[in-house]
C-alpha cells in the first residue's frame, strides 16, 4: 500500500493529508477511501466501537513514537492510527464516513474521542471553580429545601392527619370507655338490692 502526503495551507495552519492508493490506481485522500481507515486499524468495516478501540490501543501501542524512536515510518504509522481513530472512534464522523461525506474541515475541526465517548457513553463535564466560591460556604439546608419543598410539605400534611386521625381514636376509645363504666355503674346501682348470696 503506497501512501503519501500533501500539504495544504488551511486558515493559517498547515494541514497534512495523507494519500491512499489500495489498488495501485492513483492517489486519493484517506478520507476519501472507502476503507482505508479500517484497514489502517486492521478492522472489518462491520466492526463495534469496542473492537475499533480495541485495535487503537493494539496498534498505536505498536507504532508508538517513543517506543520506535528515530524511526519516521513509526511515526507516520502512528499518526495515520490516530487519525483513523479520530474517524472511525467518533459515530457522527463514522457514520459521515462509511457514507462518503467525510469533508477536510470535519477532520480539521474535531479531536480525538475519549475511551468513554467511543463506547456510547457520555461523559459530564466538569467545570473549573472560581476562588471566591471555593471560599463560599454552601447552604445545604437551602439547597434541600428549594428541592425537596414539596415532598417535605406532602410528609408533614401526613404527619398532621396521623396525628388527627389518633387523636380521634382516642377520644372514640375514651368515650367508650366511659359510656361503659356510666353503663357498669348503672348496673350496679339497680341491682345493689338485689344480692344473690342473701337468699
Known sequence: ???QRQTWRSSGSLLCVRLYSGNGSGSEPLHKTKTGYYDILEVQPAATQAQ????????SFIYHPDRNSGS???TVRFS??????????????????DLGLLTLSDLTTTRRPSGKESS????????AVSAEQRGKIYDFDS?????YSEQLQRQKD???RRQELQKKKDERS???????????????????????CKV
Open 72 to 74: 519516521d515510518d513509526a
Open 52 to 59: 475499533i478501540k480495541t485495535a487503537y490501543y493494539k496498534q
Open 80 to 97: 495515520e492510527i490516530s487519525e483513523a481513530y479520530t474517524v472511525l472512534g467518533n459515530k457522527g464522523l463514522r457514520r459521515k464516513y
Open 143 to 147: 439547597f434541600f429545601k428549594s428541592h
Open 158 to 160: 401526613i404527619r398532621v
Open 120 to 127: 456510547g457513553r457520555q461523559q459530564g463535564q466538569r467545570t
Open 1 to 3: 500500500v503506497a501512501q
Open 174 to 196: 375514651s368515650r367508650a370507655s366511659l359510656r361503659l363504666d356510666s353503663l357498669i355503674l348503672r348496673f350496679r346501682s339497680r341491682n345493689h338490692s338485689f344480692n344473690p
